[in-house]
């Protein structure tokens, strides 16, 4: 009786497993067919010698010649339009000229326009439920047009922007294609991929926002490519500080002081110090934290990191004045950004001494400007222990691509819940 239950209840699982499956092929053969002619090859193509830069996906939305994509598959246009021009390919070979209408750089999305008609608009929906499948489209490595089914795996927690984990084999040529739940509506917009099946969309909720604020506008482009960026990095920066702020802080002990350790659920620490010898003169201790998050602005340039971490030195055996000179180099901070003399202006610093928790430090302030993003600013503060003879503690904190005077209220922050313990 048991055997032939237990065959029964095998034949029922297995059917049902065949006819999920099935189901899942059919519904792919009816996207594919149904989306094919809606989604394009978006190319970045130089002037100068009419040959693709860069390559990416792209798809009817909203109305029949406006097309959805990343901002980092058009950002070479975006950063040098009098290089670069923008091209669609369409799945029969033809091409034709695209105009960029608007982006959100943090989210990492544009949209672009064509002057004729471009297909069927794909309408967007809300995400279903984890464990759902999902179907990503686009043109990967320039072998035509290619559909991925993968599952999604929710939103993000740990990280700012809030993008959908997606278990698929994303590949280089299908950022800013489309992402669709069974029905065929867009869900996320694809983004990048970190391999083995691990892969990441831009949530559609994100490009409802510039698609709304296009409406208002009849669709007119921005005017400064520049100014809107910096707008949206601005106002972004902002809104993470002024979040961390409002956090409840871990803390933790490192020598004599009591720290912040994680400000944010988006912030990692670790431990970082070196293994200690029995013959050391001089220990020392290091913990660092990090955000996962940047934004990318061109090639060559990506901002909006937040670092910062803590060192504690102590000795027995050093005297004074060679502790000291140890101490000394350790006491620099160096900023974790690529920009360059063409991006930012020289850093200005200045250097003061304060108390903090009842002990003498030495503190500096440090600034550079974007020159092309005018309000956006890195920013470095190290703050120094001073008058002990055998121990020492440095914190530095800087940030990329940030409104100044919002991360200097984080630093004055932090160095308020700093505790001397004897």
């Known amino acids: 009786m048991f055997s032939k239950l237990s065959s029964t209840l095998f034949l029922l699982l297995f059917s049902v497993l065949l006819s999920t499956q099935a189901q899942a092929e059919i519904a792919a053969t009816s996207i594919y067919s149904t989306v094919e002619k809606s989604v394009y090859q978006i190319r970045v193509i130089n002037k ?44 029969d070979g033809k091409k034709g000229p695209l105009e960029l209408i608007d982006f959100d750089i943090v989210h ?3 949209v672009i326009k064509s002057k004729k008609p471009m297909g069927t608009p794909l309408s967007i929906d809300a995400l279903p439920p984890k464990g759902a499948t999902l179907f990503s489209l686009g043109n990967p490595m320039d072998l035509g047009f290619t559909i991925v089914k993968g599952s999604n795996n929710g939103i993000l927690t740990k990280a700012e922007d809030g993008n959908i984990l997606f278990s698929g084999s994303l590949n280089q040529g299908m950022s800013g294609g489309p992402t669709l739940n069974k029905e065929g509506h867009v869900i996320g917009v694809n983004v990048a991929t970190s391999g083995n099946d691990i892969s990441f969309l831009v949530a559609a909720k994100y490009l409802t926002v510039i698609l709304d604020r296009l409406e208002k506008n009849n669709y007119k482009p921005v005017a400064d490519r520049f100014a809107h960026s910096a707008a949206q990095i601005r106002e972004s920066s902002k809104k993470i500080v002024n979040k ?16 912040p350790e994680r400000l944010d659920k988006s912030i990692l620490c670790w431990d970082a110090s070196r293994k200690p010898k ?17 934004i990318y602005v061109s090639e060559s340039l990506n901002i ?19 502790f000291y000179r140890h101490y ?30 009842s002990q003498d430090f030495k503190t ?26 055998s121990k020492g ?13 919002t991360a200097l209220k984080l630093f004055t922050r932090m160095l308020e819940t700093f505790k001397w313990e004897k």
């Not at 939305?61 to 901002?71: E, G, H, P, Q, S």
């Not at 013959?279 to 940047?294: A, F, G, H, M, W």
């Not at 974007?370 to 002990?388: N, R, W």
Request: glycine share 6%; with cysteine; aromatic share 10%.
């Open 48 to 91: 100068q010698t009419g040959d693709k830069s860069s390559i990416g996906s792209g798809f009817v939305v909203n109305k029949d010649n406006i097309l959805a994509t990343n901002y980092h598959v058009v950002s070479e246009y975006v950063n040098d339009p009098d290089l670069f021009r923008l091209e669609y390919l369409a799945t």
């Open 278 to 294: 029995k013959d050391d003169l001089l220990r020392s201790y290091l913990t660092t934290c990090s955000n996962r998050d940047n």
């Open 304 to 322: 909006g990191t937040i670092n910062y971490d803590y060192t504690w030195l102590q000795t027995k055996d050093l005297s004074p004045t060679r």
């Open 393 to 405: 503690f440095l914190f530095n904190l800087d940030f990329t691509g940030t409104d100044s005077k």
């Open 328 to 357: 000394e180099k350790r006491n620099h901070s160096i900023i974790g950004s690529r920009a360059n003399k063409r991006d930012v202006t020289n850093f200005s610093c200045h250097t003061d001494f304060t108390q903090i928790a």
């Open 244 to 259: 961390i702020l409002n956090n409840k802080w871990s803390s933790k002990h490192i020598g004599n002081i009591t720290v």
């Open 364 to 389: 500096t302030v440090c600034r550079r400007d974007y020159i092309k993003y005018e309000g956006l600013s890195d920013m470095m503060f190290t703050t120094a222990l001073v008058g002990k003879e």
């Open 108 to 110: 990492d999305l544009a």
